[in-house]
């Protein structure tokens, strides 16, 4: 995966926490929306991610300037 044409940007949390879930479908189901972000975001746009927590979630968001759905 390229980010060469775009700006990522990562938020990370500000301290550390302990997530259960399946490694490989959270890695695929990251890789796929990264990928449609790159793939229909225009060239030099940023595409965003940013975590947050809250008493029983986790919460990753992928932010991209495309032109949407």
């Known amino acids: 995966m390229r980010f060469e044409h775009h700006a990522l940007q990562v938020q990370p949390l500000a301290s550390e926490v302990e997530v259960e879930l399946d490694p ?31 008493d029983d979630y ?7 300037h495309g032109p949407g759905i």
Do not use: C, W
């Not at 189901?29 to 790159?38: F, K, Q, R, S, Y």
């Not at 793939?39 to 947050?52: D, F, L, N, V």
């Not at 986790?58 to 991209?64: A, G, M």
């Open 58 to 64: 986790f919460r990753l968001h992928v932010r991209d």
């Open 24 to 54: 490989v479908i959270s890695e695929q189901a990251l890789l796929n929306v990264l990928d449609n972000a790159i793939k229909y975001t225009p060239a030099h746009s940023g595409i965003e991610i940013r975590m947050e927590t809250a």
